[in-house]
């Protein structure tokens, strides 16, 4: 009988129904034992030891149950520790996706605000070029009118220059000529006052002919050196780089009559 009971308790599966079930079958059988007289005190020895030992089973079974539902417990509360971990680290994940999505919204807004700058940026640049080479193109026509108008204006300088030194050179031939027809004149009156004096008429005309007089001199002086003479731009000539039969005369500002009285003073001291 303690061997069925046993049987009964010992499955790991224990529910208080089989408990209640074991203690019914054992009250049953002590009943009927304690019904007959005993025979033998041995049999209530056993019959002591089958209800010890059916204790002990008993409080066996108790701590099995006592340890399965601490360990039921412990799991229900690991389950609890596990399922707030796995709601936590499902809350962080939601959370880093919504940050990592704002994050990329973010980023890309910024791509954009600096794509649009580059592109303002490369327009800018492409118009700054634009007008650079316009600005460019508009000096390089200015230059070359300033270069045709320093061209032309070169010629008319050089043909009024020219047409300048010619009227200087008729002038001069003509106070030659006049200095010339004076000489002439001077000569023929001291010919002719030499002839009343027959004694000193050969020692004048030789004292002529060996010494000439200041206007021969300077008619000799004229015909003999090349004179260049011009306004303020010619004033940086220098005169030491000239040959020694050029000379320079400048008269800056000076009118035609102006120059003319100059040439003739100069004509008169050399």
């Not at 059916?54 to 417990?73: A, C, G, W």
């Amino acid at each position: 009988m303690l061997k069925n009971i046993e049987d009964v308790l010992l499955p790991e599966q224990i529910t208080p129904a089989d408990i209640n079930n074991s203690l019914k079958q054992l009250l049953m059988s002590v009943n009927n034992k304690t019904a007959k007289p005993s025979s033998d005190h041995h049999e209530s020895d056993v019959h002591d030891n089958e209800l010890r030992k059916l204790n002990e089973t008993i409080q066996v079974v108790r701590k099995e149950k006592q340890i399965r539902h601490s360990i039921q417990s412990q799991e229900s509360d690991i389950k609890g520790i596990l399922t707030d971990f796995m709601k936590s680290v499902s809350e962080q994940i939601l959370e880093l996706k919504y940050e990592l999505k704002e994050h990329v919204k973010k980023t890309s807004a910024q791509m954009e605000e600096l794509k649009d700058i580059t592109c303002g940026l490369k327009k800018h640049h492409s118009l700054c070029c634009n007008d650079i080479s316009s600005k460019m193109q508009d000096v390089a026509e200015e230059s070359e009118s300033v270069k045709t108008q320093m061209s032309v204006l070169n010629e008319e300088l050089l043909k009024r220059f020219q047409s300048f030194t010619d009227s200087i050179k008729t002038q001069l031939s003509a106070i030659t000529d006049h200095k010339k027809e004076n000489h002439h004149s001077t000569q023929n009156k001291d010919q002719s006052s030499n002839n009343e004096n027959t004694n000193d008429s050969s020692s004048v005309v030789s004292e002529i002919q060996k010494t000439p007089n200041k206007d021969q001199r300077s008619s000799q002086t004229v015909t003999r050196q090349t004179l260049i003479i011009g306004d303020s731009i010619l004033k940086g000539i220098n005169k030491s780089g000239l040959k020694t039969d050029v000379d320079v005369l400048t008269c800056p500002g000076k009118k035609l009559n102006e120059i003319q009285s100059n040439l003739s003073r100069e004509i008169a001291t050399k």
